[in-house]
């Protein structure tokens, strides 16, 4: 697939330029209808993130295994907050475009400070609703979106299940509700898994499969 010529890629140009970002830092605030959780994601917390421990309960390779991404295909990682899964995908599988893709600065900021030092040559950074992020819009072949369904107002998740195209596929990971943690957001800000294939299922989107993890359920499907 052709690069978009707006797809800023963070190892050329200004990647602190946020013009290169697809054109606007400021994306326009959604509205969250629908979103279970009432709040987005505070950067703030964007550290928790990166906690290495995380990978013991969502292993990465369990779930680029479960996104079955082909060769040289086009990934994007809604909503990839500090690019922790991101990074590990896109230096697994070198044949593949992965798109890191958000709709807070602040996040893409820390996303590309961390790559500064060690940079991935197939990741690429895009703000959310620019004109590099609509034109990923039935072009790609596999989306990722981790612990982000539930802050997706209805608005947002049209744009994220856009993103696919002809014979593309979504892997949506997030925490479950009805499993016993102590980690993660409170049980009424997320989806037990019925829950969230029910929300998916009345957009027409088609469920092929599911997965329980320690403490997250995957759906997948298109
Ligand atoms: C809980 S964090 C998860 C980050 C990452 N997926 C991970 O697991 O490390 C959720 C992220 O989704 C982003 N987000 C929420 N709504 C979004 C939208 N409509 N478009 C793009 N990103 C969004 C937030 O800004 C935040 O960075």
Known sequence: M????ELAHYARGSPRDSNSL???????????HGAKQPYRFDPARAGALDDRARFAY???AELFALL???KGSTVVDFGTGTGTYAIELARERPDLRVVALDEQQAMLDNLLAKLAPAPVKNLHVVMARTPAARALEGKVERVLAINVLH????????ELLALPGRGGRILLVDWNAAAEREVGPPRDHVYAPKEAADRLVGTGFKVEGEKLFRY???LWGR
Do not use: F, K, Q
């Open 2 to 5: 052709r690069e978009p010529d």
């Open 22 to 32: 697809g054109g606007s830092t400021a994306t326009p605030e959604h509205d969250r």
């Open 58 to 60: 969502l292993p990465p």
């Open 68 to 70: 079955g991404a082909p």
């Open 151 to 158: 802050e997706l107002g209805d608005e947002a998740l049209e």
């Open 216 to 218: 997250h359920y995957a």
